[in-house]
């Protein structure tokens, strides 16, 4: 029997680590990245919540199907918008895309 | 049939049009030949149903019909009124009476021959060159998605009034109908005419589409200013619910014979913008700008019987407003300007040389005939006339529009393309030509003519004559006598200018090489000709008096007279029986004098015309035989009793005048101008010392502002790095003291947090 | 806390511990099928062989060459393993052990019989498509490990194609879902009375053509088109590595086959066996209720049927040229997945609208009517397509093969 | 107790490889290790009695998302063999603003979920008809008007939009192609 709030320590590192890397990655994919693991570890609370809340209900689950939907589209475009930013400035270092610069 | 189908074909009978109309106007208006299908699809529908329903009401029999002259009535609330909580609503309803039953036969039969007819006719279009914003000869109408998308409106509002039950709905369609005559008479919009001298003088279509529909406005006004009176007084507009005995009689013990009679009158006015009597009759050659199918379906089907029609709705109205009790003036009113009217057009008629000019004046001569008829009291005999005046004035349009088309065709072959190619001094001879033409005309004129025995006029108008000699004879009317002696001259004239427009036009030999290479239409436009002619001959004898010499005993029946009789004939039974009304409508002993009277006009007149014109053909350019004896009259008659300059010269020169000088010179220009130049003048003074007021002060401070600021921004412009993870990560970390600092609110001090 | 219920047990065996009976399945299976690759590896060679008008492998082995894989084998084992120069180690290693591990797992809910399973898994069929996009990754890892150019070309591809061809891979295995309510393909097998091949064989059809694509066999071979890019992505593998890339091929076909044997061919049970004998009144037999004989039974008929499928694979592969890339991406987006999903609403209304407690054999004459006429219509559009798209050809006065391939890509970009 | 093991296992796997994406210098490998931290979290669910979920995150997140972040980083292969430092300037306060947020989750959590088991009374062992229900439940959700159907369709909506999106911003301009 595993308590409840180990899940819940669980998604925090995992939030944590995402947090860290979305904001010290340089590359723009690590940081898309990053920021999977940070979706993945509100959906351990989600689904831990469920399963020990309110099992017979299905709102955890379906919010955790939620957010990987959401994950899907924001990888999709996410990703496209890099390649092409990649083909105009030749670059993806979050860094470099300072156009708003002063 | 049951009555329920009855009454949804009815509601139907419109609908077909109309939705025709909106199906062309948003959808098919690119396809053209998508577009005249579906409005052949609407009109046939039309036609369908309406000889369906009218079939029908005449399967009921005139015996149970003087009973229940309403055979379908169906109508639902439509607009409220008033306190419309206790139900006092406006219906819009349908109701089909014999009336309405003939008039549905006459008219989706006439317009559905018009549209068939109008695809022929606007495949070749007018000639080449002459004529701007028209498609050039041979070419195809490039408007003709347009043209059919208006005429199924036009068709559909004239069935709407017709199966109209109360006012409302009958001025609906009225305004449509007006409404899409003035789209349709401007149809060719750009054209512009550079007239020679001895061209026939007419203004172009967008003027006249312009003129048609002032004109009627004017009569509509006082024809809504009726309505309104009319539903003051009876709180109904319903015919069915207005005109019984004890209304009719009430009002008119309320409001008086006078007032009664102007009711009367306002709502006539309506009939005579409408079917283009005498003050408003100038509308109506204009309107001979538009196409010719046009021309027919305004001036010979729909439009012109509208008012016609009109009338006969609110004839128990007339005949209460002219009876015992009320004033005469009504009478005279109505009949005097019907019979001038007929008289008017008809002396223009004979100096016209336009070949769709003639018939417009004969229209409007005939339309006279139908008006002074109403106007002296005989029901039947204007309503027997309209239709049948409906088909063979049809008939004649469409013939006259393909003669027009062969001419032109003739001007294309002979690449000239200013001899007018309706004019009919350079026709002549298109006998040999057009045939088909030729004959079904000939039917037509003869039937406008009244040739005896045969034709549909004749019965007509001997069904007028005989009443109004009946009326002078048996009661000494004076009225009516001398409506009679009119009518008969008008008559005369009549045949005499059918003669003579038919000779001039097909008889001798060709005057022009256009009408030397003219030649025969195509089958769309001669088989509406022939199915026409068909119905101008037979139509009459529906209404052969049964008391008709030899001929009367064959038939045996005054079908008309008792079918479309019994639309009122308990009313008028129970009328006369309070005295309100002169007399019921009633079966005419047979006379010797009107009879003899019509043979004699239509004959002499037809002989007369034959005599100058036919016997001894014109040549070319050979002035008209009657233009030297007549003298100054000729003039007079051939410049339309110069109406039109009168008109011209009494109302639009002063209108234009005070308009101009009074209105804005005087008044706008002077006064008003004047008055806001001062205060323009008054607020420049202090605007400038406003202005000096900003420029020191306030704009001088928000320079100091601004450089301020902008001193302030270089020092902060730093911050803004454009890097997303640097705002995020500041944004976060203050996101995370703020709730570092609310923990710590909550939980009191971190020594407490872990226990 | 293990949601999954086991398959139903063979009475006889002797009970023992979860944990020891998981291992014990885990063993058999993958034994099982690793052994009977090379049974895979011997009947493709010969029936190759023999539609080609060859005699095929026939030293090793007596006359028939029934050693002849071994023999293979034993070359691969011996042989030298090369590293590439450059080569990402980690991918490089990781990739043939992950594709053997992937293509073996997905066995783990395959109904062999009744009882004969390993896990039932109430999203059986779920699992399978998510362990099958795990192959996927595969394929990227040995292309990117193996620094190639050949072989990334032939990663991008597979993936390409793999990836766009599970999408009507899973529309397709919906349907036989919606039918039988459940995921479970111990509940398909079960519910079908009438095989769904007879019920919905537009669904079988598409299900059958994404599978040849998804193991990437003839005409969709192009993720190893030894013409073009030369072995596709395993070019630089060699020895036991090649070997596993092989073994995970030959398995793959193979599952592919028994997993259309399973949801579109009843699985284990005798085809409509159970109608035949209730239109006799005879008492209808449950193979699940007859113990180890009739697991052995079961086995045979999942077995006869899924060799059956497999002999089809092989004869396709036989005689199919290749098809173009755009070729097999279009086929994809513009007719197979509008295809499905159409398929899908249809199938799911029809069923529900279809009473409780019909018939089954109208049930399935009511589907099948319907399949029958999407493909009809389908196939109409496809024709008018197809001639708009000859008309255009011609047109273009390019009609010769070299230049035909312009013209018809043109509409894909 | 053979569960708690198995968990913290799965959990060291996750937040090892977690760690490794986060600090990795070659982003092939980094994409690798995020392949295992979702094989993991699906593990994680998969003790949390979540089958669906754990193959949905197969299916999706390994088989769709890691594939679309390899073709990323290959596509952008040049940049990623050029030696770049693979951390900004502000690697240090990102570490310290995440340790931070950890420790203040770790409070809130301390605070009401205590780690011992058996402590707030939770729904510790339900029978397995309702979690086996729960698939079928949730697929009813989806579609009940009463529970999420709007959602579902707004998601559906959602993925087509970025379907759009990402063809038209990834889409070579016109010049490029010839």
């Known amino acids: 029997m595993i308590p409840l709030s180990w899940y819940l320590l669980l998604g925090a590192a995992l939030f944590s680590i995402g947090i860290y890397g979305v904001f010290s990655r340089r590359n723009a994919v690590a940081i898309l990245m990053a920021v999977e693991l940070m979706l993945n570890a509100v959906n351990i609370n989600l689904v831990a919540f469920w399963r020990y809340l309110t099992p017979e209900k299905s709102a955890g689950m379906a919010w955790a199907v939620f957010v990987l939907t959401v994950a899907a589209a924001e990888a999709a475009v996410g990703l496209a918008l890099i390649i092409s930013i990649y083909r105009s400035r030749d670059s993806v270092i979050a860094e470099d895309m300072d156009l708003m610069k002063n | 049939m049951t009555n329920e189908t009855l009454t949804i074909l009815t509601w139907l009978i419109p609908a077909g049009p109309l939705l025709a109309f909106f199906l062309i106007m948003l959808f098919t208006n690119r396809s053209r030949t998508l577009s005249w299908m579906i409005a052949w699809a609407g009109v046939f529908a039309a036609l369908i149903l309406g000889w369906i329903v009218a079939l029908n009401t005449a399967a009921v029999g005139a015996h149970h019909l003087e009973e229940h002259p309403t055979v379908v009535a169906s109508a639902f609330p439509w607009i409220p009124v008033g306190d419309f909580l206790k139900g006092t609503w406006i219906n819009i309803g349908v109701a089909v009476d014999p009336l309405a039953a003939v008039m549905l036969i006459m008219v989706t039969f006439t317009v559905t021959m018009i549209f068939i007819y109008s695809v022929g006719y606007h495949n070749w279009s007018a000639p080449l060159g002459k004529i701007l914003g028209v498609p050039n000869h041979l070419q195809e109408e490039p408007l003709l998605s347009r043209f059919f998308a208006f005429m199924s409106l036009f068709a559909g509002g004239m069935l709407l009034l017709v199966l109209a039950d109360d006012l409302l709905l009958l001025f609906i369609g009225w305004e449509i109908m007006g409404f899409t005559s003035y789209s349709l008479i401007g149809f060719w919009y750009a054209r512009e005419y550079h007239l020679g001298p001895d061209d026939i003088p007419h ?134 300007i019907g019979a001038f009217t007929a008289l008017m ?71 000239d393309h200013h001899t007018d190619p309706q004019d009919m001094r350079n026709m002549g001879g298109l006998r040999k030509k057009l045939p088909i033409t030729f004959w079904t005309f000939l039917i037509g004129g003869l039937a406008l003519s009244g040739l005896p025995f045969i034709t549909a006029g004749f019965w007509s108008k001997d069904e007028i004559f005989a009443e109004a000699w009946y009326l002078w004879d048996n009661d000494g009317f004076i009225l009516a006598l001398v409506v009679f002696v009119v009518l008969a001259i008008a008559a005369f004239l009549t045949a005499y200018y059918t003669a003579r427009q038919i000779s001039m036009t097909f008889l001798g030999k060709p005057r022009t090489p256009l009408a030397e290479h003219a030649h025969e239409s195509n089958a769309f436009m001669t088989i509406p000709l022939i199915l026409l002619a068909f119905f101008a001959v037979v139509a009459g004898w ?152 900003e420029e020191v002060v306030i704009s001088g401070g928000v320079d100091w502002l601004k450089d301020g600021f902008l001193n302030i921004s270089k020092e902060f412009r730093q911050l803004q790095t454009g890097r997303v993870q640097e705002y995020a990560l500041i944004s976060a970390l203050i996101a995370v003291a703020l709730i570092a600092v609310v923990l710590l609110i909550n939980y009191g001090w971190l020594g407490q947090l872990f226990n | 806390m293990n949601p999954f219920k086991y398959a139903s047990q063979i009475p006889e065996l002797p009970t023992i511990s979860p944990l020891l009976r998981d291992i014990i399945v885990v063993v058999v299976i993958s034994t099982f099928l690793l052994l009977i690759a090379i049974v895979l590896i011997w009947l493709m060679r010969k029936v190759i062989a023999r539609m080609q008008k060859r005699v095929g492998p026939n030293r090793v082995g007596g006359r028939y060459g029934l050693l002849q894989p071994i023999a293979d084998v034993m070359k691969l084992l011996s042989k030298e393993q090369i ?85 009507p891979f899973i529309l397709a295995t919906l349907i036989p879902i919606l039918l039988a309510r459940s995921m479970s393909t111990v509940a398909i097998v079960e519910s079908q009375t009438v095989p769904f091949l007879f019920v919905v064989p537009l669904a079988a059809v598409i299900f059958f053509i994404s599978s040849l694509a998804e193991t990437g066999t003839t005409p969709f071979d192009l993720l190893e088109a030894e013409s073009e890019i030369v072995a596709g992505f395993h070019i630089e593998y060699s020895g036991m590595k090649f070997a596993m890339f092989y073994l995970a091929e030959f398995l793959g076909a193979l599952f592919m086959s028994a997993l259309f044997a399973t949801v579109f061919l009843g699985g284990w049970n005798i085809p409509l066996i159970n109608l035949m004998l209730s239109l006799f009144g005879v008492q209808s037999i449950d193979l699940s209720a007859m113990g180890i004989a009739g697991s052995i039974l079961g086995l045979i008929v999942f077995l006869i049927k899924t060799f059956f499928i497999y002999f089809i694979f092989l004869w396709i592969r036989a005689t199919w040229p290749r098809v173009r890339v755009d070729q097999i991406l279009s086929l994809n987006w513009k007719i197979l997945v509008p295809i499905s999903l159409v398929l899908i609403l249809v199938v799911a209304v029809l069923d529900k609208m279809i009473p409780e407690g019909t018939n089954d054999l109208v049930r399935a004459g009511i589907l099948l009517a319907s399949n029958v006429l999407i493909a009809f219509v389908a196939l109409e559009i496809m024709r008018r397509n197809g001639r708009q798209r000859r008309e255009l050809i011609v047109d273009s006065g390019l009609v010769e093969s070299g230049k035909q391939e312009v013209v018809e890509a043109a509409p894909l970009h | 107790m053979v569960e708690q093991v198995l968990f913290v296992l ?22 690798l290790a995020l392949m295992v931290t979702f094989a993991g979290v699906a593990g994680v669910y998969i003790t949390l009695d979540a089958g669906f979920l754990a193959m949905a995150q197969l299916l999706v997140y390994i088989g769709a998302i890691s594939i679309l972040i390899i073709f990323a980083i290959m596509m952008t292969r040049r940049l990623m063999q050029a030696v770049e430092a ?87 301009k016109v010049e490029d192609q010839s």
């Not at chain 2, 070949?355 to 002074?372: C, D, E, H, P």
């Not at chain 2, 003899?596 to 004959?603: N, T």
């Not at chain 4, 729960?134 to 009940?144: D, H, K, M, W, Y």
């Open chain 2, 203 to 336: 203004i172009p279509p967008y003027k006249a589409s312009i003129k048609a529909f002032m004109t009627t406005r004017v009569a509509d006004v006082v024809m809504l200013l009726g309505i309104v009176f009319f539903y003051f007084q009876f709180g109904t507009l319903n015919f069915n619910q207005a005109f019984t005995p004890e209304n009719l009689s009430d009002v008119l013990d309320i409001i008086g014979p006078t007032a009664f009679g102007l009711m009367t009158l306002m709502l006539f006015a309506g009939t005579v913008g409408k079917s283009a009597q005498f003050p408003l009759h100038v509308w109506l050659p204009d309107a001979m700008e538009g196409p010719t199918p046009v021309s027919a379906v305004i001036h010979a089907a729909a439009m012109v019987s509208a008012g016609v029609y009109f009338l006969l709705r609110i004839f128990p109205l007339v005949a209460v407003a002219s009876g015992p009790s009320g004033t005469d003036a009504v009478s005279f009113t109505i009949a005097g």
């Open chain 2, 345 to 415: 057009a008809a002396t223009i008629a004979i100096a016209q040389n336009d070949v769709k000019g003639v018939l417009a004046y004969s229209t409007i001569s005939q339309l006279g005939f139908m008006v002074a008829a109403i106007g002296v009291g005989s029901y039947v005999a204007g309503a027997f006339h309209l239709i049948t005046h409906g088909f063979f004035k049809a008939l004649l349009f469409l013939a006259s529009g393909s003669v027009i088309h062969g001419m032109e065709h003739g001007a294309h072959d002979v690449h």
């Open chain 2, 542 to 693: 529906a209404g052969i008096p049964e008391n008709f010499p030899v001929i009367g005993s064959m038939v045996n029946n005054h079908y008309v007279h008792h079918f479309v009789g019994s639309t009122i004939y308990k009313l008028m039974e129970e009328l006369y029986a309070l005295h309100l009304v002169k007399h019921p409508i009633e079966n005419l002993p047979f006379n010797w004098e009107p009879l003899i009277a019509s043979l004699v006009v239509a004959l002499g007149g037809l002989f007369l015309g034959w005599w100058i014109y036919g016997r001894k053909p014109l040549e070319t350019d050979q002035p008209d035989p009657v233009q030297r004896p007549l003298g100054p009259l000729y003039t007079f008659f051939n410049n339309k009793w110069y109406i039109d300059e009168l008109y011209q010269r009494v109302f639009i020169n002063p209108t234009t005048y005070l308009s101009e000088k009074v209105v804005y010179e005087a008044i706008d220009k002077k006064t008003i101008d004047g008055i806001l130049h001062a205060i323009a003048k008054g607020f420049y003074g202090f605007g400038y010392y406003v202005k000096r007021f």
């Open chain 3, 83 to 167: 590293v590439p120069a450059g080569a990402d180690r980690l991918a490089y290693e990781l990739a043939p052990v992950l594709i053997v591990v992937a293509s073996l797992l997905v066995w783990a809910v395959m109904p062999f019989g009744p009882g004969l399973i390993g896990v039932d898994l109430n999203i059986g069929l779920f699992y399978i498509m998510a362990i099958s996009s795990i192959s996927v990754v595969t394929f990227l890892l040995a292309g990117w490990g193996s620094n190639n150019k050949y072989a990334l070309l032939g990663a991008f591809r597979a993936v390409a194609q793999l990836v766009s061809y599970e999408v």
């Open chain 4, 10 to 31: 799965l959990a060291i796997i996750t937040l090892g490889s977690a760690l490794v994406v986060v600090t990795n210098r070659n982003l092939f490998h980094a994409a």
């Open chain 4, 86 to 172: 693979p951390f900004n300037s502000q690697r240090w306060l990102g570490l310290f603003g995440a340790v931070v947020t950890f420790a203040i989750l770790a409070v809130v959590l301390g605070r009401y979920w205590s780690p011992q088991p058996n402590v707030n009374n939770l729904v510790a062992s339900i029978d397995p008809e309702i979690l086996n229900g729960s698939v079928a439940r949730l697929g009813a959700s989806f579609v009940n008007p009463d529970a999420y159907v709007l959602p579902f369709e707004v998601a559906s909506i959602l993925l087509l939009a970025a379907l759009v999106g990402a063809i038209v911003v990834a889409w070579p």
